[in-house]
């Protein structure tokens, strides 16, 4: 069974930074596929950015250039640094892991584990 916890949301002033993680469980983590996604309220959950095994990353076009994605194979880790933050990007924060390696897909329905999520306020 894979568990994925994140952490590092919180408060933070527009124009402000934040470094979310998510610690993976499995020993296989390396080899699959990781992503961010974001659900504000009243809204639909809606892809951030993924990354592949080999760092690969493709995100979407309204945090690029603020946000960056990475990750630590021996630490089981991925993470999100987000910078420049505004008050549209206050959502729930989770990260999941793709079952289609290598594909960096945008797609939720081909993410098979998710974490709990992490809130991300930021105040204008």
């Known amino acids: 069974q894979v568990q994925l916890v994140e952490s590092g949301g919180g408060l933070v002033q527009a124009g402000g930074s934040l470094r979310l993680s998510c610690a993976a469980s499995?020993?296989?983590?390396?080899?699959?596929?990781m992503g961010w996604f974001r659900q504000a309220p009243g809204k639909e959950r809606e892809f951030v950015a993924t990354?592949?095994?080999?760092?690969?990353?493709r995100y979407a076009d309204s945090v690029k250039g603020r946000f960056t994605i990475s990750r630590d194979n021996v630490k089981n880790t991925v993470y999100l640094q987000m910078n420049s933050l505004k008050p549209e990007d206050t959502a729930v924060y989770y990260c999941a892991r793709s079952s289609r390696r290598g594909t960096m897909s945008q797609n939720d329905d081909d993410y098979d584990y998710w974490g709990q999520g992490t809130q991300v306020t930021v105040s204008s």
């Open positions: 990354i592949t095994r080999w760092d690969s990353t």
């Open positions: 499995g020993s296989t983590f390396s080899t699959y596929d």
